[in-house]
């Protein structure tokens, strides 16, 4: 009975260590079913590199070197040219009654801007019927006083006094007179209007004023800026560092963002004093004459032209091609391939070649007709 025992108990030891056992024999004998697969490396592979059927067929230059003067490309923008801003003066105080014009509206010489309904005109009419009182009094009292000089009753000092009484007269009348004039009311018909005009041909720059606002006689901030828009200022930002390099008087050539094919002509005339303490960068004023289609505020690109001489390279113009606002130009591979490389054109040259600033050097083969490999490539 105790053998019997004895036995049942060390069996039931037993079974632990024979489940420990068998789950390790079953690892140790299949470990390629629980390793993770092996990584496959996939050569990387260049996209600028394009390979053809016949590259013989594709003509080779080289890129020769360009004598150019150094040049340095700023951006600005159109401003106007301000000792052409001509201030519109209201000559009276008071309430605006109607504006015919607004912002932005080309004007001429004596064009009526605006009217005012103002107290100086009644103020200026009492000002000159008292004025004409005085004048017919005092004609009166000088008449008499040579009458009694004549026979003899009062001393010329008497009829000098008189007459001088009378010519003052005189001036105080044409001067209240002058007033209602230049307020453009007439002395015998004042209406209490005031006529606000153009004094200059122009465009209207700047307005302070809408209808029913008050005005104030001679006092800023004027109604209306008028500027003579024929030639403007492009203001641009030069990095301390450059403002060595440009000028006074040297020439500029300008590109609108809004016409990028255009090149306009101008020259330096004031490079600023004074620096911007966070940009450190300085004011450099262009005077350039407007085609017409300038307006103020435009974004502009300036490149001003340096006095020593660099060398850059020059390719035919056929060499480069034009993708999304980018050149690039076909250069020879291995393996009769191509590679596309990205350049930087600067001007036109003569012979149908092209300036480029950057991405190739001098004596470099180069696809002569690049958008001729380019459709192939697409093919």
Same mark, same amino acid.
């Given at each position: 009975?105790?053998?019997t025992?004895?036995?049942?108990?060390?069996?039931?030891l +037993?079974?632990?260590?024979l489940?420990?056992?068998?789950?390790?024999?079953?690892?140790a004998?299949?470990?390629?079913?629980?390793?993770?697969?092996? /990584?496959?490396?996939?050569?990387?592979?260049?996209?600028?590199?394009?390979?053809?059927? =016949?590259?013989? @067929?594709?003509?080779f230059?080289?890129?020769?070197? =360009?004598p150019?003067?150094?040049?340095?490309?700023?951006?600005?923008?159109v401003?106007?040219?301000?000792?052409? $801003?001509?201030?519109?003066?209201?000559?009276?105080?008071?309430?605006?009654?109607?504006?015919k014009?607004?912002?932005?509206?080309?004007? %001429?010489?004596?064009?009526?801007?605006?009217?005012?309904? /103002? #107290?100086?005109?009644?103020?200026?009419?009492?000002?000159?019927?008292m004025?004409?009182? #005085?004048?017919v009094? +005092?004609?009166?009292?000088?008449e008499? +006083?040579k009458d009694?000089?004549?026979?003899?009753?009062?001393?010329?000092?008497?009829? @000098?006094v008189? @007459?001088?009484?009378?010519?003052k007269?005189?001036?105080?009348?044409?001067?209240a007179?002058?007033h209602?004039?230049?307020?453009? $009311?007439?002395?015998?018909k004042?209406?209490?209007?005031?006529?606000v005009?153009?004094?200059?041909?122009?465009v209207?720059?700047?307005?302070?004023?809408?209808?029913?606002?008050?005005? %104030?006689?001679?006092?800023?901030?004027?109604?209306?800026t008028? +500027?003579?828009?024929?030639k403007?200022w492009?203001?641009?930002?030069?990095?301390?560092?450059?403002?060595?390099?440009?000028?006074?008087? #040297?020439?500029?050539?300008?590109?609108?963002?809004?016409?990028?094919?255009q090149?306009f002509?101008?020259r330096?005339s004031?490079?600023?004093?004074?620096?911007?303490?966070?940009?450190?960068?300085?004011?450099v004023r262009?005077?350039? %004459?407007?085609?017409?289609?300038?307006?103020?505020?435009?974004?502009?690109?300036?490149?001003?032209?340096g006095?020593?001489?660099e060398?850059?390279?020059?390719?035919?113009?056929s060499?480069i091609l034009?993708?999304?606002?980018?050149?690039y130009v076909y250069v020879?591979?291995?393996? $009769?391939?191509?590679?596309?490389?990205?350049?930087?054109?600067?001007?036109?040259?003569?012979g149908?070649?092209?300036?480029?600033?950057?991405?190739?050097?001098?004596? %470099?083969?180069?696809?002569s $007709?690049?958008?001729?490999?380019?459709?192939?490539?697409?093919?």
């Open positions: 009975m105790k053998n025992t004895v036995k049942t108990i060390l069996l039931v +037993s079974i632990p260590a489940l420990t056992l068998h789950g390790c024999s079953k690892v004998a299949d470990p390629a079913k629980e390793a993770p697969p092996a /990584s496959k490396v996939i050569p990387d592979v260049d996209i600028t590199l394009f390979a053809v059927d =016949h590259p013989e @067929q594709f003509p230059s080289t890129a020769t070197e =360009h150019s003067t150094s040049e340095l490309t700023v951006t600005g923008n401003t106007p040219d301000l000792t052409r $801003n001509v201030p519109v003066v209201s000559l009276a105080s008071g309430r605006v009654l109607e504006i014009t607004k912002l932005g509206d080309t004007v %001429q010489k004596g064009q009526l801007l605006m009217t005012i309904r /103002s #107290d100086d005109v009644a103020s200026g009419y009492s000002t000159y019927r004025a004409v009182a #005085d004048e009094l +005092s004609r009166t009292q000088y008499r +006083s009694l000089y004549d026979h003899g009753a009062i001393a010329l000092n008497d009829l @000098q008189a @007459q001088d009484t009378e010519d007269a005189k001036i105080a009348v044409e001067t007179e002058e209602l004039k230049l307020l453009g $009311n007439d002395p015998d004042p209406a209490g209007i005031v006529d005009i153009a004094t200059t041909s122009g209207i720059t700047d307005q302070q004023v809408t209808a029913g606002s008050l005005v %104030q006689a001679y006092s800023t901030p004027y109604p209306f008028i +500027s003579d828009l024929s403007i492009i203001v641009c930002d030069v990095y301390e560092n450059d403002l060595a390099t440009v000028h006074m008087g #040297d020439p500029a050539e300008v590109r609108l963002n809004a016409y990028p094919g090149v002509k101008g330096v004031n490079i600023g004093s004074i620096l911007d303490p966070t940009l450190r960068t300085g004011k262009i005077e350039v %004459q407007n085609p017409g289609f300038m307006r103020l505020g435009m974004f502009v690109t300036a490149t001003f032209r006095q020593t001489m060398m850059h390279t020059s390719v035919p113009a060499a034009h993708i999304h606002d980018r050149d020879p591979a291995p393996d $009769n391939k191509f590679k596309r490389v990205e350049v930087i054109s600067g001007d036109e040259l003569p149908k070649m092209q300036e480029i600033k950057s991405g190739i050097k001098a004596g %470099q083969q180069l696809v $007709n690049a958008l001729v490999l380019e459709r192939t490539i697409d093919q």
